[in-house]
């Protein structure tokens, strides 16, 4: 650390303390998108600054239940360090957590001093540094992040239930849908965190949210869903409940959607998909990139639908994207344009569900875009109608495992996210798949025990 640098760090600490914060929670992505971190007392953050914190690399191959996955550098290497250095222009107080303020980390590979290969965050940066550097283009993302809040019941499934569980209450708010007022403590909270939030409101299902963010700068965006989605799994548990952003954790309702608002700024600040004399509105820009995630979709459903539960969420009527096609304001479609044109001008990616690491779906997303761009790809004409004939388009993967052959295939695709991030993605997803096939579930044991 420079003395420069060293100066700002002091400056922040003493800035800290007269604000009455004795602690900062040092926190990022793994494989997933799980919140890893530490909680540094403020006195020692000049020396964690200048030298990092230590983590087993393995973090980012362990499991949901926490299994480590033999991932190439983790096991294989004798379980080796990374250093997570505190981003401090991410710093935020935590309003419900008095006299804690919470950073980013980023994540540095010791051995090479470069960051991590398989680091989330790391990974974003470098596609966005490559679109720039290839395109002149500045994406800007705004994310739609949907969730389950669930209760506990000794009879429910895992000891839970869903909350407020009634019918019908569809885009209601209030206590109808909400007996307990959770929805407003939590945007209350949000709005006092200062990650974007803009409005909320409960969603299709029983116990089902949807909390919007505003639109930013991709990595800010990326930043802001992360932190969203560790806040309100943190906001429920001090309540006494369970978020999540499981794809489709009941089998009787429908699931939740990560859906991604996509524009992309010029290099005179102007919108680059508005063009009032192109065909619907939109530049030839958009098309290209209207073409890029389509022939790309395939691959990409693995990085926005990463677990073998995301593929029951789609499926004809459910709205869900089933086919790879796109419309204009057509909520049955994949890619739908919205109506605005001008600054307002966008796409609207349906593809992702809500158990998708942000920056991993926003990367990916990208990435497709950037290849639309590269190869001048024009789209096929928008959907007209509603969008679940399957005469009428390819169809998505129907599975985690044929997603993950979509994405291991799609060399131009991994190419640009970097073969060490494709290798490690791909075995640790494969161990997934191959562990759920080997576990028996209630639905075998309904459907076979009594009679066979």
């Given at each position: 650390m420079n003395p420069s640098e060293s100066d700002r760090v002091h400056d922040i600490v003493a800035d800290l303390r007269a604000r009455g914060i004795d602690v900062v929670r040092v926190a990022y992505p793994d494989l997933i998108g799980t919140d890893r971190g530490r909680d540094v007392l403020v006195d020692h953050l000049p020396s964690v600054q200048a030298h990092g914190l230590a983590f087993c690399r393995a973090v980012f191959h362990t499991t949901p239940r926490g299994e480590t996955v033999a991932v190439a550098g983790g096991m294989d290497a004798g379980l080796p360090d990374i250093c997570v250095y505190p981003d401090l222009d991410t710093l935020v107080d935590i309003p419900w957590e008095p006299g804690v303020a919470w950073c980013l980390g980023e994540t540095v590979d010791p051995a090479t001093g470069r960051l991590a290969a398989e680091a989330p965050r790391s990974l974003l940066r470098d596609v966005l540094r490559r679109m720039a550097d290839e395109t002149?283009?500045?994406p800007v993302v705004g994310p739609e992040l949907e969730y389950f809040l669930c209760e506990p019941d000794p009879d429910g499934r895992g000891g839970w239930r869903r909350y407020g569980?009634?019918?019908?209450?569809?885009?209601?708010a209030g206590r109808r849908?909400?007996?307990?007022?959770?929805?407003?403590r939590t945007l209350r909270h949000l709005g006092r965190l200062g990650i974007g939030a803009t409005t909320g409101n409960?969603?299709?299902?029983?116990?089902?949210?949807?909390?919007?963010?505003?639109?930013?700068?991709?990595?800010?965006?990326?930043d802001r869903a992360f932190r969203f989605k560790a806040s309100v799994k943190e906001l429920a548990r001090m309540e006494g409940r369970l978020a999540t952003f499981m794809a489709k954790p009941f089998a009787d309702e429908g699931g939740s959607g990560f859906h991604l608002h996509l524009s992309c700024v010029d290099p005179d600040g102007a919108n680059a998909f508005d063009d009032p004399d192109g065909a619907h509105g939109l530049s030839t820009v958009a098309h290209h990139a209207i073409a890029g995630v389509l022939a790309h979709a395939p691959a990409l459903a693995a990085l926005l639908n990463p677990t073998v539960n995301s593929?029951?969420?789609?499926?004809?009527?459910?709205?869900?994207?089933?086919?790879?096609?796109?419309g204009l304001d057509n909520r049955s479609a994949m890619i739908r344009i919205p109506p605005e044109r001008g600054a307002g001008a966008r796409l609207e990616i349906r593809l992702g569900d809500a158990s998708a690491n942000p920056y991993l779906a926003v990367a990916g997303l990208l990435a497709a875009v950037h290849l639309g761009l590269r190869d001048k790809a024009m789209p096929p004409p928008p959907l007209e109608g509603y969008g679940y004939d399957t005469?009428?388009?390819p169809i998505l993967p129907a599975t985690l495992t044929e997603a993950l052959d979509a994405f291991a295939a799609d060399d131009a695709l991994t190419a640009?996210?970097?073969?060490?991030?494709t290798d490690a993605f791909l075995t640790y997803k494969r161990d997934e798949v191959a562990r759920f096939h080997r576990h028996v579930t209630d639905w075998e044991f309904t459907e076979y025990a009594y009679h066979l």
């Open positions: 002149g283009l500045r569980d009634a019918p019908g209450n569809v885009y209601v849908g909400d007996p307990d007022g959770h929805l407003l409960h969603e299709y299902c029983s116990g089902q949210f949807e909390i919007n963010l505003h639109h930013s700068d991709a990595l800010d965006a990326a593929y029951k969420r789609f499926g004809p009527d459910t709205l869900a994207p089933w086919l790879i096609d796109w005469a009428k388009a640009l996210l970097g073969p060490e991030f």
